[in-house]
């Protein structure tokens, strides 16, 4: 019986030889990971009333990344629960204030293609880039997970996104995920896996991938798959992953799907998103000219090292405008010192940025840079719902980090491409 991508992972977790659309099975867990803020002090009442520990702590990732830095007397209690919580539980991969947990988990080589894990965050399908089924799950579906190892699934139908062609200089997978939204919309996977294949998704390098990935959650699916070939074996070794633990992995020939996506990449321009929402999103020209007063770089969808360097590329030699607030919230701790040691880092900074924390910081509505009344900004982020990033009152557009350097550049929306050699306009 051919399959899909999601299909054969979801068998194999089952121990099935072959699953179908709509059936209900109960999968073995490969990984979990959890973050501070839905993690131990949500899940740890309840593993304490069943009487139960962690299942297989080696099969559990914890990372601190929403309440950091602990600047307040609640956040430090959350941090210390936590600590205490992978102390108590023996959960050696734990890691402390070193970036947000969709960037470290593949970083520090926690993801192969195959894995069936879950997250206690709704951008977890970032897992599908590496050919792992990975969706989000909340913190009562955790402590099920944690007690047993085990996690009920309804296999989905796949929707097959295709982008023909090569991405222009200055266009990027944010590009790609915001025309989607708006093209499909919030609930375009329809609680589904979604499936990126292509010319222009072969070309991506890893944490582009991510990208595409990690939004598949503002299209509503469940999961968002890319296959595993080399680019992804070439990631993974360099995060410590053995190669004969890394195999190629795709969907077959003649796998069934529910509905097939075609767009072509090379016609794509820049995108931004007007408040509230990324369905909101036209071509950049249709923006171009409003003011701003922040531009942020961060978040697992827009700081990434990838992302940083496209920021640099616009960034490097020029500053931003008078007036304009540039933020810079790396996203993980290592993607920053490579991104300090290879120059990247400093072309930002001495463009008139400043640095914050490697944690998820404004994007989710944490920290002390939130947006103040009536700010309007330009953000690299997944989201911009109102009110998450700070003020209701703000008005948040989302655009690549490419658009988003751009803008500072100019104190208004801006079209990247002229700062780009090379890019059509």
């Not at 036209?282 to 990434?304: R, S």
Request: one cysteine or more; a negative charge; hydrophobic letters at 40%.
């Amino acid at each position: 019986m051919d399959m899909t991508l999601a299909e054969k992972i979801i068998a194999r977790a089952a121990g099935r030889k072959s699953v179908a659309p709509g059936e209900i099975v109960t999968c073995a867990v490969d990984l979990a990971m959890i973050h501070d803020s839905g993690g131990p002090r949500r899940v740890e009442p309840i593993l304490r009333r069943l009487g139960v520990d962690v299942w297989d702590p080696a099969k559990v990732v914890l990372i601190t990344d929403h309440y950091v830095p602990a600047g307040d007397d609640e956040s430090r209690t959350i941090q210390a629960i936590t600590r205490r919580f992978a102390a108590n539980q023996g959960i050696a991969n734990f890691y402390d204030q070193q970036g947000i947990c969709h960037v470290v988990l593949p970083e520090r080589g926690h993801l192969r293609p195959g894995m069936f894990v879950v997250g206690g965050d709704s951008h977890s399908p970032t897992g599908g880039a590496f050919a792992a089924y990975m969706f989000g799950i909340g913190a009562t579906e955790m402590a099920g997970v944690l007690a047993t190892g085990e996690i009920w699934v309804r296999v989905p139908d796949t929707i097959r996104i295709e982008w023909t062609g090569r991405l222009n200089p200055g266009v990027s997978a944010k590009d790609m995920m915001l025309h989607l939204c708006a093209q499909l919309g919030m609930d375009g996977g329809k609680y589904q896996a979604v499936e990126y294949v292509g010319e222009a998704v072969r070309a991506l390098p890893m944490q582009e991938r991510m990208t595409l990935s990690n939004m598949a959650a503002e299209l509503g699916a469940q999961a968002g798959l890319i296959e595993a070939d080399d680019t992804t074996a070439t990631f993974l070794e360099s995060a410590g992953v053995p190669r004969d633990r890394i195999t190629n992995l795709r969907s077959d020939e003649g796998s069934r799907v529910a509905e097939h996506h075609v767009f072509d990449a090379s016609v794509l321009s820049p995108q931004v998103a007007a408040p509230h929402s990324p369905a909101n999103a036209a071509p950049v020209e249709q923006h171009a000219g409003t003011k701003i007063d922040v531009a942020y770089i961060g978040a697992c969808t827009g700081a990434k090292l990838a992302d940083l360097r496209m920021a640099a590329e616009v960034l490097r030699g020029r500053n931003v405008a008078k007036g304009v607030e540039l933020i810079c919230a790396p996203a993980s701790l290592r993607d920053q010192e490579i991104a300090r040691s290879e120059g990247t880092l400093g072309a930002i900074l001495e463009a008139g940025a400043s640095l914050i924390a490697n944690a998820c910081g404004i994007c989710a509505g944490y920290g002390d840079n939130r947006l103040g009344e009536n700010v309007v900004a330009i953000s690299s982020t997944a989201r911009n719902f109102k009110g998450r990033m700070g003020a209701a009152s703000s008005q948040v557009y989302l655009g690549s980090p490419y658009t988003t350097a751009a803008s500072a550049i100019e104190g208004r929306i801006a079209d990247p491409r002229p700062y780009l050699k090379g890019a059509r306009q």
